[in-house]
């Protein structure tokens, strides 16, 4: 779905659409068609406690002091299977652009090359960038030589453009774009809360950008084995009206 959203209509029809995604995403996996909750959590940082906690004592609760160190950020690159509840191929680092983006999906789809694949992601421009609709078309045999010029003409001319094709239900991988300002409606949103919560809240305190990569990393897969299931989505679409 397009992400130019111009009246209450369109915008209905936009969540109706993911919500209808959500609710059917058992009967797309079992006609072979894979549905991912794809986004990015950047600027994550590395601090280190200047002084240890004080655990609890009677009457008094755990104490932390309010100093840290800070050695870095870092950030992660995540698609959740929506099926499943995996954590699929995670990338683990500060940069988020358009190559990076580009470099998970095609992870992501490694996994099974021959299926269809469905993201569902927000608005930011590397999800509808140059890099990601030549990748799609290399995939569905489309002559690069059709698409355009950045800036000048044809499908890559602009983000309108670009979203417009990486939305086109026909191709392969099919990219379906939450409204703006609806980032709620991405459930991977969801699983960034879990990680913050466990594992990135203040209690927490990392030695350096490396120590917080690989805490990241044992969090991800100790998830994928233990905890991961479908989230219960009872949301249909329907707008709260005052």
Request: hydrophobic fraction near 35%; aromatic fraction near 8%; charge should be positive.
């Amino acid at each position: 779905m397009n992400p130019a959203i111009d009246n209450r209509e369109q915008f209905h029809e936009t969540v109706s659409q993911i919500c209808g995604l959500y609710h059917s995403a058992k009967e797309l996996a079992e006609s072979g068609v894979h549905l991912y909750s794809t986004d990015e959590k950047m600027g994550i940082q590395a601090k280190e406690h200047t002084r240890a906690k004080l655990n609890m004592e009677v009457g008094k609760p755990e104490r932390i002091d309010p100093e840290y160190i800070r050695h870095g950020v870092t950030g992660i690159i995540a698609s959740r299977d929506v099926v499943t509840g995996e954590i699929v191929k995670p990338m683990i680092q500060p940069t988020r652009t358009e190559k990076d983006f580009t470099a998970h999906v095609e992870s992501v789809i490694s996994q099974h090359p021959q299926a269809k694949h469905i993201f569902i992601v927000d608005n930011l421009n590397t999800h509808m960038s140059e890099t990601l609709v030549r990748m799609v078309a290399r995939i569905d045999n489309i002559d690069e030589t059709t698409l355009g010029i950045k800036r000048k003409c044809g499908i890559l001319k602009n983000k309108q453009t670009r979203a417009a094709f990486l939305a086109d239900n026909c191709h392969r991988i099919v990219f379906f774009y939450t409204p703006k300002h609806c980032s709620w409606l991405n459930q991977i949103e969801c699983w960034f809360s879990i990680i913050t919560r466990r594992l990135l809240n203040k209690r927490a305190t990392f030695i350096s950008v490396g120590d917080l990569e690989n805490k990241i990393k044992s969090f991800v897969d100790y998830y994928n084995q233990f905890l991961k299931k479908p989230f219960l989505w009872n949301y249909k679409g329907k707008l709260l009206c005052a």
